[in-house]
């Protein structure tokens, strides 16, 4: 017997939030609502056998009649504000917040769920909806928005379960000399850890982290003068790159010329959060040039600055982005939570992340997606597509992605530390064993950035770019013996 659910997805309209002088950003704020409803009547052709024997029963009976069953019951699930009775819709994006906050478009989806399938099939209702089909993994669903645009899609993701935390997060202390040792492990075995000891104030990132916030409550109107993210850098919401993929997230997308904001990207005016973003960039990138520095030492490189010279001689590919994901209620029928930002790999050197105290980074230990408790004193770096090839294939370039939370808006810096454009990459001769050859085609980093941003996040990137299968690897295989 097949059940339904009706949810409703509110995911735009102005959310209007109230600032006073003392107020706490990312208080919880309840964002669900629910009410009971009947699920549509499905309607399917009668087999010919099945109507012979009605005919034969239409005669009247004298017998009581037989109890009907029940319409199918459902609920609607408001996720995010729904429309007052006269006026925009609202909602405590941030808790005494004033200034009116977007975010767009406006949909809405039927779910429905039926013994015959083992997860949830989403139908189209109208014309804005959503529709949801599950594929062939269990954990992954889609959410199509039919209408406006055709190719907007956001999945749905199984929420995790408490099992599902990466509690043995490699931690690396910068200001111990076994830092260097701890790095390299790191790397080697998930790609991905945390910095502690860093050097940077808190009060450094808490700045940047108000500014932001302040930003993001704005009028819709306001922030657009701020964009687009593409091509030079600014503010963009929903749309992530250009080939079609999506998130619950609005952001600005900021190049880096030396350790401050290029001028050429169409940045906020504020002169305050201009000097707030500046501040916050040098700060993280000396965390990047100590790492790559400690990284080669760890690895033998000569000189220390082998890899940190490539993220800051001039000319160097940086970019800083700052990205917020709004509160998404989970589905709790369904168990699942909208993607903040797809799965991916980064393709640059190293990546180096803050966020605030609210969790959503998963990254995929090699079995299954863990989800990384939050740390707003630390800083989070990822091995990138260009590091994985200059150490052949030595430390890996971790898949990482970010759902949304039910309560709590995530506000997280990244910085992404990458080399100039004609910067030959290919593994570097020193780490490469006796009788080991390389596993990747050499490339310079403008060729591979190019290729990589026409492709999906979730591609392998990195594919087009390695030697034919077999013997190369068979030749690391060797050299490892």
């Known amino acids: 017997m097949a059940s339904a659910i009706a949810c409703h997805l509110f995911y735009s309209g102005p959310l209007h939030a109230r600032r006073s002088q003392s107020y706490d950003p990312f208080s919880p704020t309840p964002l669900l609502s629910i009410c009971s409803r009947a699920a549509p009547q499905e309607s399917a052709p009668i087999p010919a056998r099945r109507c012979e024997r009605m005919s034969e029963r239409r005669a009247p009976s004298t017998s009581a009649p037989k109890q009907r069953r029940p319409p199918r019951q459902g609920a609607a699930l408001s996720l995010l504000p729904r429309r007052p009775p006269a006026g925009p819709l609202r909602a405590d994006l941030y808790k005494h917040h004033h200034e009116p906050s977007h975010f767009s478009p406006t949909c809405t989806c039927c779910i429905t769920t039926s013994t015959r ?74 790609g991905f850890f945390k910095v502690v000891n860093h050097g940077v104030d808190t009060a450094t990132m808490d700045r940047a982290e108000s500014e932001a916030v302040e930003f993001f409550a704005q009028a819709q109107a306001v922030k657009d003068r701020a964009g687009p993210a593409y091509p030079s850098g600014g503010y963009g919401s929903k749309r992530i790159g250009l080939n079609g993929d999506m998130g619950w997230l609005e952001y600005l997308l900021l190049a880096v010329h030396n350790a401050s904001i290029s001028d050429s990207c169409a940045v906020p005016s504020n002169a305050a959060f201009r000097a707030a973003l500046n501040e916050s960039i040098a700060a993280v990138r000396k965390v990047a040039v100590r790492v790559l520095e400690a990284m080669a030492e760890g690895l033998g490189i000569a000189p220390v600055d082998a890899l940190s010279a490539m993220v800051t001689e001039q000319g160097s590919d940086q970019v800083f982005r700052v990205n917020h994901y709004p509160p998404c209620p989970a589905l709790p029928g369904l168990g699942c939570s909208a993607t903040g930002f797809g799965e991916h790999t980064d393709p640059q050197i190293i990546s180096v992340l803050r966020s605030n105290g609210t969790s959503g980074l998963q990254i995929d230990d090699g079995a299954q997606w863990v989800s990384v408790p939050s740390d707003r004193d630390a800083f989070f770096v990822n091995v990138g597509d260009s590091l994985q090839v200059l150490t052949n294939g030595r430390f890996k370039s971790v898949k990482h992605r970010v759902v949304t939370n039910s309560l709590k808006s995530r506000v997280s810096f990244i910085y992404f530390a990458g080399p100039p454009l004609a910067q030959r990459i290919a593994p570097l001769p020193e780490l490469l064993r006796e009788g080991e050859e390389s596993l990747y085609k050499e490339f310079t980093w403008g060729e591979y950035k190019k290729a990589a941003y026409k492709t999906r996040l979730g591609d392998n990137r990195l594919a087009q770019f390695e030697k034919s299968p077999g013997r190369g690897i068979e030749q690391s295989t060797m050299a490892n013996d």
């Not at 529709?131 to 190719?151: E, G, I, K, Q, Y």
């Open 117 to 190: 399938h083992s997860s949830p099939i989403v139908r189209a209702s109208s014309a804005s909806t959503l529709t949801l089909a599950c594929r062939s993994r269990p954990d992954t669903a889609m959410v199509v928005l039919a209408n406006p645009p055709a190719v907007d899609q956001i999945p749905l993701l199984r929420s995790p379960g408490p099992t599902d935390t990466f509690a043995a997060v490699p931690v690396v202390d910068l200001s111990i000399p076994s830092a260097a040792r701890a790095i390299v492990d790191a790397c080697e075995r998930f």
